[in-house]
């Protein structure tokens, strides 16, 4: 179900060839959807996060409690609540800030992981756009939401907003690139930008038993998937590198000034670019809609449900991380960076090359 | 072309803030991160503990302390009512002095726990604190078993206590000992040997020991710049002279000495050392006991002063007593180790980052019902 199939289909059946209302038309036909899919996600992931984080510290998180204005059987109408209740507050704009780029900071961070989702395959058919450059595209969308951030803690004109914006900006432009290189070690294997074509390339079975997946084609790519992985956590602010909102050192950092709706676009956006870098290391790393099991459960239903196990598997590692672990601090965030993971992710490069060359 | 300095901000942390441990204003002047000068700016708790007891009878105070240091209450208790003992001479029988240490033992585990705790959350680890609070529930269960409260307790009493021991305490005491003890460990390994926590914390705000004397701090944050100096052992009080405990001093483990790691573990220690008085001093507990027995009629004591000094968990906690010998405290000082603490925060905060400050403000264990009074 892609855009151009639709154009396709709608101008078989007007008879008239392709004209531009068809092109907009099958863009909101496959945008709504993708939409409601990044509004839920965040909702249920909210709620797992919750309760995944009361499992982890004996409690038991959200819960029902019978009849009446209650959260539901174990509290799943709690994030629910929760949305209706930001959607009634009052929309708060401090005198201070520079009121068009603080009305206009959350709509371009939310923007970004939801132009960058237009290229994700969720299994062998379904997805927007397969474009010839789709994981560049990606990338390229990810860092698009830093503007964002930088805008938030500019016009709020909060100096805990300001902290926040700079750390992001500096962490998140840091960590893009050992991320960005890690792909690149793939990419060299499988010789395509577009991610049907990275899927493609990791179906099929390795020493007989094993799924053609890139984490188990060389050592080189499995430490690829681990620098990808560990980068991608501080892109998306999590624990240990949530610095830029670091609750006990900057309140709120970059959205402290926020509140209401305008709040819940950045916990929207927070939750929807986790989807997307467990996304990407799902598809480029983990065979995206391939089945762990080769040939078996290979159909388009079972892609849909691999690709979605193995995005939310890695967002579960993700809380995992968030609910264990202290927060470094900024400059040890940028030592890990630019001391460890660059030159591993270098390395990775030369040891794929060296590894295509001579084995593969 | 040396170091470029940028423009100076001037930043408020505090008073309402996650990590200032209650309402502190740090008043801090930043050059981008780091922090060149710092200055705590205290008062926003002030509740003239020390004029109202110029007013109050001498057993009217002791809800008061309460309200000092309200995460050891038992501890503040303690101190008062020992001094006033020493200044009425009062012989308390046996059975009290051991109820008053295991609850001073109790709340220093409590205490600690939730310095400990909280220190978590400064450097961004949430669960720690809960796994914390869990076992410090636990105490403030044993408290309101004894005397009703779960915070202020009003336990005891010159003299005695308001409460001999509940059926059962004993028990469920040891219960609790059994569970916490391997639970600490757990603790240790998820939080203190953690390789993040180490990176922030190892040397981090260094207190010298020179300094820690000058400026008068005591305590763990005293005892983590390796000076081994326990009240409960170089100035015995109560029985603590008849238990066998060790006084955990700083070495440096993950760093140099004093830093912020080293604090954190002598309070991880002493917690251990805490358990280890509460076995003895529950094995030992005097079966028979009229926590009453000693009661006075009437505390008018003559006149004359006291300093007396007790090991609260956070330090040096003294009360200063002089009497005129009406019913009524002529004057009432208390030398409160949590504002000597932070009195040298602007000594060995400045020159890290705002990060830091917090990692360094957390290990030192303020408590700003004391501070302020």
Known sequence: ?360 | MGIVHGEEMVLNIGPQHPSTHGVLRLHVRTDGEIISHIEPVIGYLHRCFEKHCENLSYEQVIPFTDRCDYIASMNNNFGYVVAMEELLGIQVPERVEYIRVIMAELNRIASHLVALGTYGLDVGAFTPFLYMFRDRERILDLFELTCGARLLYNYMWVGGLSHDLPVGFVEATYRFLDDFEPNLNEYHELLMYNKIFIERTADVGILPPDVAISYGVTGPNLRGSGVSWDLRKDEPYSIYDRLDFEIPVGTGQMGTVGDCWDRYWVRAQEMAESVKILRQALKDLPAEGDVHEALPRKVRPPKGSIYKRTESPRGDLAYYIISDGKPVPFRLKMRSPAFTALSVLSEIASGWMISDVIAILGSLDIVLGEIDR
């Open chain 1, 1 to 360: 179900m892609t855009v151009d199939g639709l154009i396709r289909w709608l101008s078989g059946l007007s008879g008239t060839g392709e004209q531009a209302w068809m092109l907009l038309l099958a863009a909101l036909i496959t945008g709504i959807p993708l939409f409601l899919v990044l509004a839920t996600n965040a909702i249920v992931a909210v709620y797992v996060e919750r309760k995944v984080s009361a499992f982890m510290q004996d409690r038991v998180g959200p819960m029902g409690q019978g009849a009446g204005l209650h959260a539901g059987k174990w509290g799943l109408l709690q994030t629910v609540a929760d949305a209706l209740k930001l959607l009634l507050k009052e929309d708060i704009i401090p005198s201070a800030a520079d009121k068009k780029l603080f009305i206009a900071a959350p709509f371009i961070i939310f923007l970004a992981p939801f132009l960058a989702f237009s290229a994700v395959p969720f299994n062998q058919t379904l997805e927007m756009v397969d474009l010839n450059i789709g994981i560049f595209y990606i990338l390229a969308m990810g860092s698009f939401g830093v503007i964002g951030l930088i805008l938030a803690g500019w016009a709020s004109d909060n100096k805990w907003s300001l902290y926040g914006a700079m750390r992001s900006a500096a962490q998140i432009v840091s960590y893009e690139i050992p991320a960005g290189l890690s792909i690149i070690s793939v990419i060299m294997l499988t010789g395509t930008l577009s991610m049907q074509g990275i899927i493609e390339a990791q179906t099929g079975t390795r020493w007989g038993f094993l799924p053609n997946w890139m984490v188990f084609n060389n050592p080189f790519s499995l430490l690829a998937f681990v620098v990808y992985f560990i980068s991608s956590v501080a892109e998306v602010n999590r624990t240990p590198f949530d610095i830029p909102e670091a609750e006990s050192e900057l309140v709120a950092g970059f959205h402290t000034e926020y509140s209401g709706m305008r709040w819940a676009l950045f916990f929207l956006s927070e939750y929807a670019n986790m989807l997307i870098v467990t996304a990407v290391a799902a598809i480029v790393f983990l065979g995206g809609w391939t089945s762990p099991i080769p040939g078996w459960f290979s159909t388009a239903g079972w892609g849909l449900f691999w690709f979605l196990f193995k995005v939310g598997f890695l967002i579960l590692v993700m809380m995992w991380f968030r609910w264990t672990f202290p927060r470094l601090r900024v400059d040890q965030l940028m030592n890990v960076c630019w001391k460890v993971l660059l030159p591993l992710a270098m390395l990775n490069i030369f040891g794929v090359g060296l590894w295509a060359l001579v084995v593969g």
